[in-house]
């Protein structure tokens, strides 16, 4: 299996299981910041199988469109963050169309700049998501998406070091810890 066809095949696993995630929580009542953020992830990996699977595809429109849902994952984190940090507050629950909006505009103006550099505004917004967690109410929902942001820290270092290739290429093993690292993030949306 070549490295394209790894990382499409990996992002369509990733985009099915955030897609679930997302219809699962939309069931819950107030979990709307958690199911953008899993949209958006779903999207992003949608749209990545097609630049990575389909040779015809492999353009700057479609690569727009992975840029700009990325971006958004990150800061759609940030506002599910802070809506756990405060839980009681109705406004701070709300900011979540802003912040999402916010990182889909900066993903899309990003566009053009190499992945690496998009992951910047994603590492702030998860750092910053992940402090604020540190206050949070909910000790147990802390403890599942600490472990679930863990792995995907942990899939991204290894993005960076892994030699190999086909179903272990480096970013399909990203994709197989943003997996398991989601799952985590779900069982915390659910638990509170």
């Known amino acids: 299996m070549t490295n394209e066809a790894a990382t499409a095949l990996t992002d369509i696993l990733l985009a099915c299981v955030s897609l679930f995630f997302a219809i699962n929580l939309s069931r819950v009542p107030n979990k709307a910041p958690w199911v953008t953020l899993f949209i958006s992830v779903a999207l992003a990996s949608a749209f990545g199988a097609l630049f990575h699977g389909v040779p015809a595809l492999h353009m700057p429109e479609i690569w727009t469109i992975v840029s700009g849902t990325t971006v958004m994952s990150g800061f759609t984190f940030l506002a599910c963050s802070i809506s756990l940090w405060k839980p009681q507050s109705k406004f701070l629950f709300w900011l979540w169309p802003l912040l999402s909006a916010l990182g889909a505009i900066l993903g899309l103006v990003m566009a053009g700049l190499p992945f690496p550099v998009l992951s910047i505004p994603n590492g702030l917004c998860i750092a910053g998501g992940a402090w604020l967690l540190k206050k949070s109410p909910y000790p147990q929902v802390r403890k599942e998406i600490y472990i679930g942001l863990g792995l995907i820290v ?37 638990h509170y």
């Open 154 to 190: 942990i899939g991204l270092v290894l993005q960076q070091l892994i030699p190999f290739e086909g179903l272990l290429y480096k970013n399909a093993v990203f994709h197989y810890f943003q997996i398991a690292g989601n799952y985590f993030l779900w069982r915390g949306a659910r």
